[in-house]
């Protein structure tokens, strides 16, 4: 997809900020698209929504800008929001500048710098990072309102209408029985903390000479909820070597690495920092893996309507499909 980087310079231009030329593209994200730019001399990022018509709540960068401007003076990790542009008329959505962080994103594999004995603190930054989010008091730092109530049936009723449009008349071996098991036993809602909602590696750059994490990024979806939900979303991508082999393929977090923690000690982990491992945890992971493998669908229809570019969402059909059938199996199960 080109930019109309003429445009972005002018509308920043009008509001005293200088655009040193066109973005570079940078690699990862499976939606949303992030250009490295400099403005005014400093490197920052230009993110935006993909192309195509999204889902409600998709990619939603006033949400995100949001968030950004409450939470960057109170988590050392999250950057600071630089510039928000809610005019359409610009590039034809929503945009935004965010500060530049150093880090290395990692997705389903380690890359360069990295090694399989690097899981132990790979996994304690992140969580703590997660822990250090649910610990805000919402109200706190002004994002009371950030969410409404009714967390869990409001998202399994969210997800089970987009599955019927992602996935139409191919709907995948289990998935009516996962929606009726999810809608007979939904829990009741404790009082809502801050969530991410897609708290995984690809979101925490680390910084792997120092083993630490750089910043927290990818607040799009953020909004308050039960604190265990992002830890169901970060499990329900951790795939571990007795899964079926097409949820393998998803690649999202290097789970698979020989010597890596389990499912079981992410949720020890987290229960050790958090005071408790979180209420309902077995029904917010089988919830957390319908919306995974629904979100993996939609993308495979952007993908298919030419939205989404790249050969690695021709398989996300399958795949969406295996993470609902092993949704269904291990109903209630964590680990």
């Not at 109200?139 to 049936?153: H, I, N, S, T, Y």
């Not at 709907?171 to 829990?187: F, I, K, S, Y």
């Not at 979303?233 to 007795?242: D, E, N, R």
């Not at 000690?265 to 893996?289: F, K, M």
Request: proline fraction near 7%; charge should be negative; glycine fraction near 14%.
């Amino acid at each position: 997809m080109a930019e109309d980087w003429d445009a972005i310079a002018g509308w920043l231009a009008a509001r005293g900020h200088r655009l040193a030329g066109p973005g570079e593209r940078l690699a990862g994200g499976l939606a949303n698209l992030n250009y490295r730019v400099v403005v005014d001399g400093r490197d920052a990022v230009l993110r935006r929504p993909p192309g195509g018509v999204l889902a409600a709540g998709a990619s939603d960068m006033g949400r995100e800008a949001r968030v950004l401007r409450a939470l960057a003076p109170v988590l050392p990790l999250v950057p600071r929001l630089l510039v928000f542009c809610d005019d359409a008329g610009v590039i034809g959505v929503p945009w935004q500048l965010i500060e530049w962080r150093p880090g290395v994103a990692v997705g389903g594999s380690l890359p360069p710098g990295f090694a399989a004995t690097d899981g132990g603190w790979m996994t304690d930054a992140l969580l703590e990072a997660m822990v250090g989010l649910h610990a805000l008091a919402p109200e706190a730092v002004g994002l009371g309102a950030l969410g409404r109530p009714g967390f869990k049936a409001r998202t399994l009723a969210g997800w089970a209408r987009r599955a019927e449009a992602a996935f139409g008349d191919a709907r995948p071996a289990g998935l009516d029985g996962l929606l009726a098991r999810l809608a007979a036993e939904v829990p009741d809602d404790a009082p809502p903390r801050l969530l991410h909602m897609d708290l995984k590696f690809d979101n925490l750059l680390l910084d792997p000479g120092a083993r630490c994490a750089t910043a927290l990024i990818d607040w799009d979806m953020g909004t308050l909820g039960p604190p265990g939900f992002d830890l169901a979303v970060l499990l329900s991508y951790w795939a571990m070597p007795g899964d079926p082999v097409d949820v393998h393929a998803l690649g999202a977090v290097p789970s698979l690495t020989p010597g890596w923690p389990t499912r079981a000690a992410v949720i020890a982990g987290y229960a050790a920092r958090a005071g408790g491992v979180p209420d309902h945890l077995g029904w917010l992971l089988a919830l957390a893996r319908l919306r995974l493998g629904v979100a993996w669908m939609q993308l495979y229809r952007l993908w298919q309507r030419g939205d989404l570019a790249g050969d690695r969402y021709a398989g996300f059909e399958r795949q969406a499909g295996a993470v609902i059938a092993h949704a269904a199996d291990v109903y209630g199960e964590t680990a």
